[in-house]
């Protein structure tokens, strides 16, 4: 079945540095693509999002990239600070289906 | 903003009770879901409602039902809990397409005895 995959359970890096999260699809037939941030005790918040005509969205110190021929994306965080500190999820969808299909999170620690 | 809220952030029940989980959404969104999340599982599709009074069953509807009286108000019930639905409970909703962006709640914790 389709699914979605986080390559790291768990990220460090030291504050200021930028972040790379990736996660990998394995349905080609993806074309839309999200990531949440979930900080602990909460709901997952939506950072953003990219559909599968777009190669590259970028956000507010956020930057995510898509790779439709290795079935790939990143999410990119600028400058990474302590409040960046969560566990990020990515999720894909395709055509018309409701269903979104999520990875299983990357937890990012943000070192001093 | 979008707001979703619901009702409880805690809660403890025992064997056997029914359960009821509500979820609001404060911006006239026409889909809404309910998920549980579960460690090294991620976040799995129990029901979702694309118009009052209409439900379809997510991945995992065994133990649960539905209810869409209004459109700003999806419950989550659980007839009779079990352990094993002691989980995170999340609730989301979405605009119109059900390939909108969905805005999540801050989710129930629930723990069953």
């Known amino acids: 079945g389709e699914s979605v995959g986080l390559h790291l359970p768990t990220l460090s890096v030291q504050e200021g540095d930028n972040s790379i999260i990736n996660c990998a699809y394995s349905?080609?037939?993806?074309?839309?693509f999200i990531w949440y941030k979930q900080e602990s005790g909460k709901g997952p918040q939506f950072i953003i999002d990219?559909?599968?005509?777009?190669d590259k969205r970028q956000g507010q110190r956020v930057t995510v990239l898509l790779n439709k021929t290795v079935k790939h994306l990143s999410l990119q965080i600028a400058a990474t600070q302590p409040g960046d500190s969560a566990v990020y999820f990515c999720a894909a969808a395709w055509g018309s289906s409701y269903k979104l299909i999520f990875g299983s999170g990357t937890r990012l620690l943000v070192r001093p | 903003d979008v707001k979703v809220t619901q009702s409880s952030r805690y809660l403890v029940k025992r064997t056997g009770e029914k359960v009821f989980l509500e979820c609001v959404q404060d911006?006239?969104?026409?889909?809404m879901f309910w998920y549980r999340q579960d460690p090294g599982l991620g976040l799995r599709l129990i029901y979702f409602s694309y118009d009052v009074k209409m439900k379809e069953k997510g991945d995992i509807p065994e133990g649960y039902s539905v209810s869409r009286e209004k459109k700003e108000r999806f419950s989550l019930i659980l007839e009779s809990a079990s352990t094993n639905q002691t989980s995170m409970y999340l609730c989301?909703?979405?605009?119109?397409?059900?390939?909108?962006?969905?805005?999540f709640g801050p989710g129930t914790r629930l723990t069953v005895l």
């Open positions: 349905n080609s037939a993806s074309d839309y």
């Open positions: 911006m006239d969104h026409e889909n």
């Open positions: 989301a909703s979405s605009l119109r397409s059900l390939t909108d962006t969905q805005y």
């Open positions: 990219i559909r599968s005509n777009m």
